[in-house]
T-cell receptor, first 114, second 113 residues
Framework: AQTVTQSQPEMSVQEAETVTLSCTYD???????LFWYKQPPSRQMILVIR??????QNATENRFSVNFQKAAKSFSLKISDSQLGDAAMYFC???????????FGPGTSLSVIP | KAGVTQTPRYLIKTRGQQVTLSCSPI?????VSWYQQTPGQGLQFLFE???????NKGNFPGRFSGRQFSNSRSEMNVSTLELGDSALYLC????????????FGNGTRLTVT
């Protein structure tokens, strides 16, 4: 079965601190792509970061970075120097080229405390 | 470059009616996907179109259908609406539809009464 698990339904972080959102996935495919999306209250889903499974180097995008552990099928997102604008729902997702759909996790609601 | 445009943003329908939602992808994007988002079920894949062909379909009843036009614009239709169809319907486009990331619209909030 193709599934994505985000074990933390809600998380909170102090402004300027660092927070890590966890994600695990299940697939028997070797070629796939992983994503983190952010959905603020405005409800538009925004791509935060992308990782190719064949790359061992973890992706980074400014204050956002991932810890990709392929063998463990783990793909966590680290947000450094958290800002109020980071408050949103975060979805972990993966896409397998052989299948024309993206599988999303249930999401983690992140609150940022001033 | 303009983003993904979904119309309308809000819709209220009654049970038994049918509804059509529209999605205009980013210029140059040939793949369009549709997702249903509800608090209980999260994001559920509905279907994906590439060059006017449906390439994959999620586990939804036949009341849910879609199509894609030659200009890559897509429509989604739901017939015989049920209360459980109330949801946020998100459209996403991507360049090629394989490894390309999805770019989402603002969604259409459908309420069925």
């Amino acid at each position: 079965a193709q599934t994505v698990t985000q074990s933390q339904p809600e998380m909170s972080v102090q402004e300027a601190e660092t927070v890590t959102l966890s994600c695990t996935y299940d697939t028997s495919e070797s070629d796939y792509y992983l994503f983190w999306y952010k959905q603020p209250p405005s409800r538009q889903m925004i791509l935060v970061i992308r990782q190719e499974a064949y790359k061992q180097q973890n992706a980074t995008e400014n204050r956002f970075s991932v810890n990709f552990q392929k063998a463990a099928k783990s793909f966590s997102l680290k947000i450094s120097d958290s800002q109020l604008g980071d408050a949103a729902m975060y979805f972990c997702a993966y896409r397998i080229p052989a299948y024309d759909k993206v599988i999303f996790g249930p999401g983690t609601s992140l609150s940022v405390i001033p | 470059k303009a983003g993904v445009t979904q119309t309308p943003r809000y819709l209220i329908k009654t049970r038994g009616q049918q509804v059509t939602l529209s999605c205009s992808p980013i210029s140059g994007h040939r793949s369009v996907s549709w997702y249903q988002q509800t608090p209980g079920q999260g994001l559920q894949f509905l279907f994906e179109y590439f060059s006017e062909t449906q390439r994959n379909k999620g586990n939804f009843p036949g009341r849910f259908s879609g199509r894609q036009f030659s200009n890559s614009r897509s429509e989604m239709n739901v017939s015989t609406l049920e209360l459980g169809d109330s949801a946020l319907y998100l459209c996403a486009s991507s360049l090629r539809g394989d490894s390309s990331p999805l770019h989402f619209g603002n969604g259409t909030r459908l309420t069925v009464t």
